[in-house]
T-cell receptor, first 113, second 116 residues
Framework: NAGVTQTPKFQVLKTGQSMTLQCAQD?????MYWYRQDPGMGLRLIYY???????DKGEVPNGYNVSRLNKREFSLRLESAAPSQTSVYFC????????????FGPGTRLTVL | AQSVTQLDSQVPVFEEAPVELRCNYS??????LFWYVQYPNQGLQLLLK??????LVKGINGFEAEFNKSQTSFHLRKPSVHISDTAEYFC??????????????FGQGTTLQVKP
């Protein structure tokens, strides 16, 4: 039981390049989330998926797109990376209710030059 | 809308001393409250959460937190810390209501530094 896995662990991009961050969970959870973590700002929600086939914007969605490929997988895409997107990205999942615990992946550290 | 304020960005403390990490929140609706911990170079994991009932909540690793509705606070405490408690701690809230679907609002984080 791996929980929530993320790939890659580290990535360096040049401004304007694109990439996709992958996330998968094996807990049969319905809801999945993408956060970014920046120093002194805590975690901020980028996008979330309440269930397979649905996605919604969070606090900071600009510059990102997401795909809920199936119940297990939720990917985050940067179409044209900018230095402001340098951050640590976390994927999380939960059963479905607002009171449920979220389980986090180990994170992806992204640097945009 | 909800917001969370963690009143201390860093808390240094000596091993075996007690510690309190402070969290205040703002919300126009009822909320669920959480504390998550992040050890160096890892993801977050749940320490404890308040959903309803007793206002004193016990979590893992000897931590506890008290919900105070009148002061809109949810402070985290431990009576005796260990070196291994060195980590970043996040307070978070999630509002009642189906439209929120588990969205968490996090505070800025408090770094707990336990010194020998």
């Amino acid at each position: 039981n791996a929980g929530v896995t993320q790939t890659p662990k580290f990535q360096v991009l040049k401004t304007g390049q694109s990439m996709t961050l992958q996330c998968a969970q094996d807990m049969n959870h319905n809801s999945m989330y993408w956060y970014r973590q920046d120093p002194g700002m805590g975690l901020r929600l980028i996008y979330y998926s309440a269930s397979e086939g649905t996605t919604d914007k969070g606090e900071v969605p600009n510059g990102y797109n997401v795909s809920r490929l199936n119940k297990r997988e939720f990917s985050l895409r940067l179409e044209s990376a900018a230095p402001s997107q340098t951050s640590v990205y976390f994927c999380a999942s939960s059963v479905d209710r607002v009171s449920d615990t979220q389980y986090f992946g180990p994170g992806t550290r992204l640097t945009v030059l | 809308a909800q917001s969370v304020t963690q009143l201390d960005s860093q808390v240094p403390v000596f091993e075996e001393a007690p510690v309190e990490l402070r969290c205040n929140y703002s919300s126009s609706v009822s909320v669920y409250l959480f504390w998550y911990v992040q050890y160096p170079n890892q993801g977050l994991q749940l320490l404890l959460k308040y959903l309803s009932g007793s206002t004193l909540v016990k979590g893992i690793n000897g931590f506890e937190a008290e919900f105070n509705k009148s002061q809109t606070s949810f402070h985290l405490r431990k009576p005796s810390v260990h070196i291994s408690d060195t980590a970043e701690y996040f307070c978070a809230v999630s509002a009642y209501g189906s439209s929120n679907t588990g969205k968490l609002i996090f505070g800025q984080g408090t770094t707990l530094q336990v010194k020998p």
